[in-house]
């Protein structure tokens, strides 16, 4: 029978090492590596992403990972301090400031992506 209790999201990296540094090291997040192989990221929430190494990854062309902030300036200028770039978007498809900041106004939370090493989009954003 279905039953969506132990639902969970999983995404796929060029390579496992890699991302295990970066979602360790750079952003922070408790990562383990499953029975499989596999890499888990643990969200503040509890909840579990899976990730794995996949031959001939495409990176995600949607946001697959938001990190709701207190300050989203002050989240771009920690993670552009660790090495991150947060402006991947150009002015024509997202205007924002310098450092990849869009302002929601009315339309939606001030947000500024970025990527993983494998390509993939991020984003932090305050509610």
Known sequence: MFTPLAAYSGFSVDDTATARAFYRETLGLEVHENERG???LVLGSG?????Y???GHAPAGFTILNFPVDDVDSAVEDLRARGVETKIYSDEEFPSDERGIVRGGDRGPDIAWFRDPAGNVLSVLQP
């Open 47 to 51: 909840a579990h992403v899976l990730v």
């Open 53 to 55: 190494e996949t031959p």
């Open 38 to 40: 596999f890499l888990e």
